[in-house]
T-cell receptor, first 114, second 111 residues
Framework: DVKVTQSSRYLVKRTGEKVFLECVQDMDHENMFWYRQDPGLGLRLIYFSYDVKMKEKGDIPEGYSVSREKKERFSLILESASTNQTSMYLC?????????????FGSGTRLTVV | GQNIDQPTEMTATEGAIVQINCTYQTSGFNGLFWYQQHAGEAPTFLSYNVLDGLEEKGRFSSFLSRSKGYSYLLLKELQMKDSASYLCAVRIYNQGGKLIFGQGTELSVKP
């Protein structure tokens, strides 16, 4: 069964901490994405990557960075966590061109910043 | 710009039929997806339309009209477990499979 795995389901961090959210896929997908999901705002794209060591800003990149050192792993980094970054974070991947199923999503990480 | 609209909330009765509409204005359309998302869980794939017409899969059907920028998801014989959020998403041509999402429609199925 193909999978996208996010390292934590729930995470509580303090304001100012550096936070790492990890995402690993086992489908040999080229494209990987990080979204945050908030009530009333839907899914908003933070960053995405089409290949190893490359990254593109999404719609709301401020306060975030990413790392893709290996094809299967795409990490989201909150440089200095703030309370307005409390959210559900979803990682997704897809093959080149997208395919008929679009994204495969990870199970999500609910981050609370206190 | 890119814009996808769908109703925020809908309510329906168990056993009934419900239609969730989605309108979009995007450049370089390359397919429309519907996902189902239960509370606290990740979205899961329901359907995909790239050509005009109806795609049927069991109790779920999805329709697309590219000229009108319009799609709907039709759910028949509603069950309580269909209570969830339904996300409409458009894939943009030549952007590596990236999807643009609507805000989602929260469907409540009542007995």
């Amino acid at each position: 069964d193909v999978k996208v795995t996010q390292s934590s389901r729930y995470l509580v961090k303090r304001t100012g901490e550096k936070v790492f959210l990890e995402c690993v896929q086992d489908m040999d997908h080229e494209n990987m994405f990080w979204y945050r999901q908030d009530p009333g705002l839907g899914l908003r794209l933070i960053y995405f990557s089409y290949d190893v060591k490359m990254k593109e800003k999404g719609d709301i990149p401020e306060g975030y960075s990413v790392s893709r050192e290996k094809k299967e792993r795409f990490s989201l980094i909150l440089e200095s966590a703030s309370t307005n970054q409390t959210s559900m974070y979803l990682c997704a991947s897809t093959a080149q061109g997208g395919g008929r199923h679009g994204y495969t999503f990870g199970s999500g990480t609910r981050l609370t910043v206190v | 710009g890119q814009n996808i609209d769908q109703p925020t909330e809908m309510t329906a009765t168990e056993g009934a039929i419900v239609q969730i509409n989605c309108t979009y204005q995007t450049s370089g359309f390359n397919g429309l997806f519907w996902y189902q998302q239960h509370a606290g869980e990740a979205p899961t794939f329901l359907s995909y339309n790239v050509l005009d017409g109806l795609e049927e899969k069991g109790r779920f059907s999805s329709f697309l009209s590219r000229s009108k920028g319009y799609s709907y998801l039709l759910l028949k014989e509603l069950q309580m477990k269909d209570s969830a959020s339904y996300l409409c998403a458009v894939r943009i041509y030549n952007q590596g499979g990236k999807l643009i999402f609507g805000q989602g429609t929260e469907l409540s199925v009542k007995p």
